[in-house]
């Protein structure tokens, strides 16, 4: 069957996006995938003339960005739509969400209504974003401005912007931050592993931390500009095989939601490999009918936080007042968690089968 899927490589300035292109071709293609680039569309029009500083305002800036944007995507679908290739995976070099790092979020607001979407609709609309922290954070003596002639920042304002990028993609179903914690030469095999294990290929695995943690602040959480408040329900689906778990997922916020159809397969060493698939709402609603009647639909609150460049998940569930449940994706094994000071962690249940989603949809979830 003939899988399109459509990621986003971002990052602050002077991230590696440039040098993780020809990463992402020449190991991808290994794996059978057609690839194809969007080069970033903000370099395209400023280096043609078309600026902040030349147009009358940002907002006319950002609006010509967003809408050539838009274009761009749709011709390069309908060219893969069109491509005899059986996996075609399609690399934006930065997306829409990038933009509103540039703009308020009023701005971003109206932009979105004018061009027929809304935030959520255009962030949803990638199938995973990658984000490389700039070198001026981690690297300071690899940063420069020579090899980008649209490019201004100093690398306080480069590390600043970093920080904005992350809070705009913040609530996206599949985020990752490859932060500088090792040389450039392994921070683009960490990106490509973490590329290859969200494709599902052979040899990608999960990698992520679970705790259970005191019940947050969640108004504090809700205004702070780096978390984002989505809503969720998961279903089971009955499955023949018992090493392999089927759910599907409806997700999403103020009336915009997205559908994902997950599997997950235990292999005979006890790790797991998880695949995703995006559904229509008819595919969603066709699929309802293979529930599995024995679990109860999850339905919770997540808050996604980036912080310390790693990104966090914080789970609320109705059945629980004083505790809730955080995961966090780790780029490797080895990595050190930091915990924001206003998490109060109780242990970690990483390893622990009671507090994995198809436990707790079982009737009778573990004692709050």
Request: with cysteine; aromatic share 8%; net charge negative.
């Amino acid at each position: 069957m003939k899988s399109i899927t459509k990621i986003v490589i971002t990052g602050g300035p002077c991230g590696g996006k440039s040098t993780a292109m020809t990463w992402i071709e020449s190991n991808l293609s290994k794996h059978g995938y057609k690839v194809l680039f969007i080069p970033e569309t903000a370099s395209e029009l400023i280096l043609g003339g078309v600026a902040p500083w030349t147009v009358n305002t940002n907002y006319d800036f950002q609006k010509a960005l967003v809408s050539l944007q838009i274009q761009k995507e749709r011709v390069f679908q309908m060219a893969a739509d069109n491509m005899e290739d059986e996996k075609i995976l399609i690399v934006a070099d930065r997306g829409i969400l990038d933009n509103k790092a540039y703009m308020t979020n009023e701005e971003f607001d109206s932009l979105c209504h004018e061009l027929g979407g809304s935030e959520i609709s255009f962030r949803d609309n990638y199938d995973a974003v990658f984000h490389l922290v700039t070198a001026a954070q981690g690297a300071s003596k690899f940063y420069t401005l020579s090899n980008n002639k649209a490019r201004t920042e100093t690398p306080e304002q480069a590390i600043a912007m970093d920080q904005k990028i992350i809070s705009c993609w913040t609530g996206h179903p599949y985020l990752r931050i490859i932060d500088n914690s090792t040389d450039f030469t392994n921070k683009m095999k960490r990106l490509v592993n973490e590329i290859t294990q969200f494709l599902g290929e052979p040899d990608a695995f999960e990698d992520d931390q679970k705790y259970i943690i005191r019940m947050p602040d969640l108004e504090q959480l809700e205004q702070m500009p780096n978390c984002k408040k989505i809503d969720i329900i998961q279903t089971y689906l009955s499955s023949p095989d018992p090493n392999t778990e089927i759910r599907i997922r409806q997700r999403g916020s103020r009336g915009n939601y997205i559908y994902v159809k997950t599997k997950k397969i235990t292999t005979p060493d006890g790790r797991r490999v998880e695949t995703e698939q995006r559904l229509t709402p008819d595919e969603y609603l066709n699929l309802l009918m293979d529930a599995d009647t024995s679990l109860r639909q999850i339905r919770k609150n997540r808050y996604c936080l980036t912080e310390n460049n790693l990104y966090f998940e914080i789970d609320v569930y109705p059945f629980w007042q004083h505790q809730a449940i955080l995961e966090v994706q780790l780029n490797d094994a080895e990595q050190q968690v930091i915990f924001p000071d206003y998490l109060s962690v109780i242990r970690d249940v990483t390893h622990l089968d009671a507090y994995k989603n198809r436990s707790l949809a079982r009737i009778i979830p573990p004692e709050d």
